[in-house]
């Protein structure tokens, strides 16, 4: 279950929720030439074009083909194509190739979007369906499921467009106010005995959230910022990159074989550090917190600065004692901002997502769902770790406090950052 | 140098010559959708973009870059970013990565096209220019390399369009007369001295083909047609892929670390067997000539057979003796024809490359060109197998008997295909 | 620090315990010929002639370095061609090159061994140096490394014994009493609030095993026994190789990439199955305990098992209250055996390191060791599992209740097997 | 059919070559330790082991089996163990894996060899078999076989060794005369119509030097010595690897990706160069024949010399004007010596093997043997260069003018050298 159940009446507005979430999918692509949309770099990262299709696959293929009466896919062969990884469902189209889907068009799949969307609306009108809870759930999952892949789009086309010595530009930079330089704080923290997971005040939550369980912390100091690329800088010129004492073993075989010497997007001209970004090539800013760093770099910048990551547990009781607020999707900004120079914590929710120490593994008492939507989280559950908090480029409603993201600890297109905890 | 001096009056209609082939290039495009100009599958292939930019890069660079004045190039970038490897011009853009520049867009690659184009007939029209002669063979070479680039952009394509599962189909199907099964008769040839290489009279011809040399080659028979669908599925039926006694020791390894069991675009559904080519997936028509075949398999297939691959020598003898016809791209097949079941020879020139058993090397007295030009052929004279006679896709006027093409012996996405010949 | 201070009385008789452990390692090498002692057949595994040296080279360079007056080290080129990982003693020689070592042979390695134990009790003997608190836990450090070397090298042994058809036997196979088929009880336990890790009570321990913390635990069911051969042989026969349902995603993805469809050293032979162990090819014993599997086919297992592994936690608090004992390497027999079909939980200790669904993680405050000793767990810390228990091939006296082993997912030349626990 | 036919009373004496050269294969492992005969550096290289092995193999296999009655192999699964490469024989165990087989031991692969050997001895007393004539040639093909694999055994084991940063010696560098430094000539040849190919006075040939051929060769230049290390060294101090200009394109793919910037086995030490070889880490012998270099440095060498390799054809033709007199295995020597300074042309046959810039195929009209000994060669014509001359490391008697070495153009391992040619 991905979410709680709730009365009939609070249920009957998804409709709203549903097209506006749709629609910023395709508000987020206006910048795009047509060119753009079937860039993959890497295997890890998909075309905007597949994000676009895929997120209509899944209300298909998981709402539509149960309930829509009779069924009529738009295309047979889509169910295919737009598969991400869910073998209940059925084989995929090979991962690595979805740069080589010219057809459809992008107007094919625009028109896929139309088509899924109409249908869908068409099934929240007949009101009186007996399954309307169910798909209420559903689609709260479908929506939740939508903005995962609105953040992986600007995410992956920020990656393959880097590649581009023409350096294409989403947006034009907006005005960032520059800031003074922050202090980072150390806030201690009790030791004590809490819980963790989603429970049950929340109107959606994942699986991989649940069940809510306890867990014991010892008393630590969190810093109220997140580090920023000038602090990032000084460890780069302490040699930080070179030195294998500050590295965990396969983080120093990873920096050595890809020649790491900077977060991905930096680039040095002379004495000058520049930055690539949604807003284009762009000097460092200094006052901004890191991004685009590896869990390895992450814990490489901890240990150099006698200090170590939180875990998931820590922060997520930091977080339930905060505000979900923050530098999100909603102002536009597309890079993180600089801190407030308070004395509390801050950060905490957008900007960029937090790599914790945590492996990403199943909670106490974990249970997968059932059938196809049960690899949504759970088969991912080995080799990675937690991050939390979401980044600029998250919606801020996807976001909560119990919300785990993961990736492998070498993944560094996300938008990743840096927190640093003590032991005391 | 590249063609044949001529006097100035023999040089002065080189504009027409030129408009023509930089409108063919464009011309070939016009099925496309703009999504299927950035595809690249593998290295070894471009993007149609590429092969469009990389074109006028070649006047730009070669032409233009000496002869305008003041030279105005269109993007200095461009310099960089569509240089396919020419070190003596300097840098290049990661091969592998030209599926990744979705910019400059498709619009503005036509744009850069017109461009040089308009710039080359100014250059062209200042005909009391002393550098006419030079200008004149230059644009030769630059007309020759673009009808290379038109065939391996029709030839990347359809590559790239393969791994789609829709099959997007180029053009289609003309109504091709289905002749009866033709029977390959063997033609005897005496043994003798002969010379091989481009001679005088031929308007334009690649360094490669010179020095014109004698050789010797002794008695041998040809088979007059090439080798058909119908004979190659005997090949496989008898467990051709399966019995390592047919294979070289590198054609075997690459048989089945790649577990090939056909040519390539084939694909067997139930009994029946269908092969996918620029008129789509079609049902395999046996009377035409096996196509995009390796090396290996060409040699394997000989070796099963009883017989061998010609060498280069004894084709160039054969072809010196024949008129250049066949079915090149101006037939508007796209596929290779059945031949036609007379008792002399056929299919020499058009329909597939034949794989020779000659590595492409030097010619004895071979000297490159000077500068970088010099890299065009020489470079490459390692590792790699000569074949002659176009193809479907070659232009008619780009071939003659001298022209030596060259692949890897694991290339199948080539045009390629087989001619047999015996020891006497 | 790696072991508790204790007062000099208790430490004065470290030369037996030394001189038996330097003992054995030469005592497991009777059975080899000088041609066994090179073998390596993947990187993660060494030869046993480097087993030999690496475990000196410990002694020599933690320890004889620091306190030997005049230092008489035995040959300088053999810090760099001994030294496994620490770059804080400098440069190492390539691992996966270990095999190529021919030189220092096996007689001259012998003499190395013999150099260092007889400089090491010098070293002991001289009872008034003021630092022979330090040289004693060092000491003990060097001699719980070179237990863990002793159970690489049957198991790095065995492993490049495997790839020889000629099946190598390590010894006869000790005669195994064929119990009658285990059947596993599920035994019940409380949730409650424990403590992990080292207490101050034993002699001796690993700084990854600190600083023993407070650990919520949920109710929990375990299974006495470990899974057999038979019951792992059910999930084969129902098909649990190839169905990606019971399988972690990266699990799923190595299954196909390396075609598993058994347990490593499992063969078929028409209906029987075989197994390649230190007695030669047997036939599988199918009361014996699972042994060779990865944590994907364990995690795997489990999940078509209805059930789930243990965490460290759970797996800790379960072996607290059981005496350490089991089949370990003392019994002679090298191979896990059956259970006793006791109703209380067996097998905890020894026969096989049990796979824990728990990242191998830094413990909360965990504080590697200063200097380059600080590499010796620490920097492991990611991308591992834990394993807990030892095995058939580890010394008793090595293992403890809070004894962390820890090992990649796909490892599977461990002797590794299987516990079910499940949520109540 | 390998060799000419010969009268009954020329071919009684095969016992005395035959137990030369199975000898010989042992005496050249005097100076290895056991621990020496396993290593195998790279998939291409064999272990000492694996060629005593082989070799004997070689004659059980295609003579003994045949001949022998009854046939009493040495151990069945040897059959399996040591073939090479003969589909036509069966299955081979896996090639880059030959330095798992710790068993057979060293010892009992000495007495498989004194097995074949005497059992091979008792066939040729037989000496009114009918067959006598049919084991007489294959029995010169078995020990041209074994001659091959004791070259390869001393070059695989200085491959190996030069891993081991304590540079195994296998011999006392021998006393060499420090000539002069030689100053090549060009020596003019005409060109002419020639016959290459092993012709019927040779006492044995490979199918590959078959059949005598006519050849057309151009006027060109030879040069009467090979390219000294002097030489050479002066195309590094230009920054010969550095510039793409001289390479082949493939060539500087390599280069690049193995970080080429010297021969194989040359070391510098500050300012001084040293070399690696059977004699041990000695100073570079600056006018000693460069050794250990690939075809694409050879090729580069002689593009920056304003020269060209020879084609086997005018190697051939030269060699077959010179008796066949050289540095060999039989003076002991083990490395290349300085060249004489006479005003002909010299170091042809020995010292180094030379590269030509031939690919190595198949002659007109070759047919290669029937059966699994027709592998021996013909299967190998693909992607490889021709080498001729013998070196250091070839026995006297085995080599001929019309003899063909064939390695694929990146190997450097091998003893092989430069020779330039010119175009008059």
């Given amino acids: 279950m991905y979410s709680n159940q709730k009365s009939f009446s609070a249920i009957q507005d998804i409709t709203p929720q549903f097209l506006a979430c749709r629609q910023l999918s395709e508000e987020l692509c206006q910048p795009l030439e047509i060119e753009d949309y079937g860039l993959q770099a890497v295997v890890e990262t998909s075309p905007v074009k597949w994000h676009l299709a895929h997120t209509s696959w899944f209300f298909e293929t998981f709402i539509l083909k149960q309930f829509e009466i009779p069924f009529k896919n738009f295309n047979p062969k889509f169910e295919y194509l737009f598969n991400s990884y869910y073998n209940g469902v059925g084989e995929q189209y090979l ?97 004590r005995l809490i819980e963790i997971g989603a429970d049950n005040k929340q109107a959606f939550y994942f699986d991989n959230e649940t069940p809510r369980h306890k867990v014991h912390i010892n008393p630590f100091k969190v810093a109220n910022c997140l580090i920023t690329n000038r602090q990032f800088l000084q460890f780069i010129e302490d040699s930080g990159y070179q030195r294998p004492e500050f590295w965990l073993s396969d983080g120093w075989a990873t920096v050595n074989q890809n020649q790491w010497q900077a977060p991905l997007y930096w680039q040095k001209d002379g004495n000058n550090w520049y930055q690539y970004s949604l807003n284009g090539l762009v000097p460092l800013n200094m006052e901004a917190p890191v991004c685009h760093v590896s869990a390895y770099e992450a814990d490489a910048y901890a240990r150099w600065a006698n200090a170590r990551l939180l875990t998931e547990a820590e922060w997520e009781y930091l977080a339930q004692q905060q505000p979900i607020d923050g530098n999100f999707l909603e102002s536009g900004l597309l890079v993180p901002a600089a801190a407030n120079n308070s004395n509390s914590i801050e950060q905490l929710f957008g900007d960029v997502w937090e790599w914790t120490s945590s492996a990403y593994s199943a909670y106490s008492g974990f249970q997968a769902s059932d059938g196809a939507i049960g690899e949504y989280n759970g088969k991912f559950m080995c080799n990675q770790l937690a991050l939390r908090g979401g980044s600029c480029v998250t919606s801020r409603d996807h976001i909560r406090s119990s919300y785990r993201n993961f990736f492998y600890p070498d993944a560094r297109w996300q938008f990743s950052g840096i927190r640093l905890a003590k032991n005391i």
Same sequence: chains 1, 2, 3, 4.
Avoid: C
């Fill in 95 to 191: 991962r690595a190739n979805r740069h080589l889907l010219s057809r459809p068009t992008v107007e094919e799949i625009y028109q896929y979007r139309r088509n899924v969307t109409e249908r869908m609306v068409n099934l929240f009108n007949q009101k009186n369906l007996e399954q309307y809870a169910e798909i209420y759930q559903l689609t709260l999952l479908g929506i939740n499921h939508e903005q995962q892949h609105q953040e992986l789009l600007l995410t992956d086309l920020l990656y393959s467009w880097s590649f581009n010595p023409l350096f294409p530009q989403y947006q034009t930079q907006p005005l960032l106010e520059q800031k003074q330089a922050n202090k980072s704080r150390w806030l201690k923290q009790e030791g």
